[in-house]
């Protein structure tokens, strides 16, 4: 027992050393891409930066399977790890490559075909037509490099090497800042010189996944039997599909919503819908952050045939995840308008609203979102996938009527909430099935408890709209408020005695490295 306990330590302390790099990662590129794009915002103007974010968003309709082919490798890589099956971890690392290098073609012939017959019908200014066009081209290419680093992401975060990975985000954050300030000294097209910029940096962050992985590990050095090369093609390409259903319903819902506000509104109603979906998501960079890191652990744990130990992690994925994404959202909420105007030189008109409401679907969201991880581990996701890509899509049912009724073009983003609140109860019914968790145990731990919660922090932080003047003052002070309330909260209401002595140990020796570390350094 004691083996096992210290074994959990080991294992707890080192997703705690991935979060600790993650979230380095996350502060640093949160707070340079902010800039940034204040920065852009300022240089393009906000009919560029509409259309930039319209084009964005269309291509990303059909860039959907990324995050969901990322996640398919890697549950099968973090699956054969904890089996401790090197070969069976060669074989799918090898042909998750080829598979990533056959979906970029794909995604590349597919995009550039419904652009030739849609383009004209999004409501672009006719002089600006030419350079959104080229941009669009930009973004098609970077969504391939994007695409074929999928296998590399997949294989450093299935060795939870989190360090590296958030090197090279950095770095990726920082080099979108240099294009930013160029942007200012540049003497041609702006968008255009932006669009062909940032596909070079994904080009760059591929090469340096590549070259890493080369470098690193020995899969590179494995040769894989035709046999398990079709059945494991095959196997992940059939996992990698249904993952996707929910993505894509997700980002149609997100996006055709865009393609809409664009007809009804032009390019400055699309311009704040983009800063709102920008800081939706720099927040969720926050809240997954933790995800990331101790989603191999989940996946390693169903491998083991650890049942118990993946609903325990998919449970504590559920809360962290919210109290992270809380922590962030609660002062900014309250104090929205006030960042915006420190943020942007100019705000669009909505886009405090659009911001508040966006950022409120997603808490509702990561409420039950680790519970999709032990969905994932589990493998049987096929009708989860499609039931919530289905809930998913009634958004734009919803949308559509409020048009057609003649609603404000605003009220459309409250159907965000209502799509968010139906899918946090199919995937509770789902993880209650596939998972064996107890129902009133889900409720209790993952909705209840936070919710309360969140409520009380939330109601505490807001004292100090009454008490203090509008600036900055106030911001510190909410976020102080929040802050403290938060923690008491983590203590007395959110964590057990057992979850709370456990995450205490966990800090503890993951203390106890970081200065055993740089002991050795000196």
Not at 131 to 156: D, G, Q, R
Request: overall charge positive; aromatic content about 14%; some cysteine.
């Amino acid at each position: 027992m004691t083996n096992r306990n210290n074994n959990a330590i080991q294992a707890g302390s080192k997703v705690a050393f991935n979060t600790f790099a993650m979230y380095t990662k996350v502060v640093i590129t949160v707070g340079v891409t902010l800039y940034s794009t204040r920065i852009i915002l300022n240089e393009l103007g906000e009919d560029d930066f509409g259309a930039f974010n319209l084009i964005a968003g269309v291509v990303g309709m059909l860039a959907f399977f990324n995050g969901a082919v990322c996640v398919s490798i890697q549950r099968y890589m973090s699956q054969a790890m904890g089996m401790n099956d090197k070969e069976r971890f060669y074989d799918i690392f090898r042909i998750s490559v080829r598979l990533g290098f056959l979906l970029g073609i794909l995604m590349v012939i597919v995009i550039e075909t419904l652009v030739f017959f849609f383009f004209d019908q999004l409501n672009i200014a006719p002089d600006r037509i030419f350079a959104s066009k080229m941009v669009l081209h930009c973004i098609v290419l970077s969504t391939f490099f994007s695409i074929i680093s999928i296998p590399y992401e997949a294989n450093i975060f299935a060795h939870e090497d989190m360090f590296l990975i958030s090197l090279i985000f950095i770095l990726e954050s920082f080099l979108k800042l240099g294009v930013a300030i160029y942007l200012i000294y540049s003497p041609f097209d702006k968008l255009i010189v932006y669009g062909l910029l940032i596909a070079a940096i994904y080009m760059n962050s591929t090469v340096l996944k590549r070259f890493y992985c080369r470098y690193k590990y020995d899969e590179h050095k494995v040769k894989i039997k035709k046999k398990q090369d079709r059945r494991f093609f095959v196997e992940i390409a059939k996992f990698a599909g249904w993952t996707s259903v929910e993505p894509l319903s997700r980002i149609l819902s997100t996006q055709v919503i865009a393609v809409i506000l664009n007809l009804f509104g032009g390019t400055v109603v699309n311009a704040a819908y983009g800063i709102a979906n920008q800081v939706n998501g720099q927040m969720v960079y926050f809240s997954s952050t933790f995800l990331s890191a101790i989603n191999p652990q989940i996946m390693k744990s169903e491998g083991q045939s650890d049942r118990e130990r993946t609903v325990r992690l998919s449970l504590l994925a559920c809360k962290i995840s919210f109290l992270l994404l809380s922590f962030f959202t609660i002062p900014l909420i309250i104090e929205m308008p006030y960042v915006l105007d420190l943020w942007l030189k100019n705000v669009p008109g909505n886009t405090v609203l659009f911001c508040r409401i966006i950022l409120f679907s997603t808490l509702i969201s990561q409420l039950t979102y680790g519970l999709q991880s032990g969905i994932q581990a589990v493998g049987r996701i096929r009708n989860y996938q499609m039931i919530s890509g289905i809930i998913k899509l009634l958004v734009l049912l919803v949308t559509f009527i409020l048009f057609k009724s003649g609603w404000a073009l605003h009220i459309v983003i409250f159907t965000f909430i209502f799509v968010e609140v139906i899918n946090l109860v199919i995937r509770s019914q789902f993880a209650i099935h596939l998972l064996g968790i107890n129902g009133k145990r889900l409720f209790i731990d993952v909705l209840l408890k936070p919710v309360l919660a969140f409520l009380i922090i939330f109601a505490l932080s807001q004292l100090s709209v009454y008490i203090v003047a509008d600036g900055f003052i106030r911001l510190m002070t909410t976020t102080a408020l929040s802050s403290f309330t938060l923690l008491l909260a983590i203590k007395f209401i959110i964590l057990n005695k057992d979850e709370y002595q456990k995450v205490k140990n966990i800090w503890l020796d993951f203390i106890k490295r970081i200065r055993d570390m740089l002991h050795l350094n000196k």
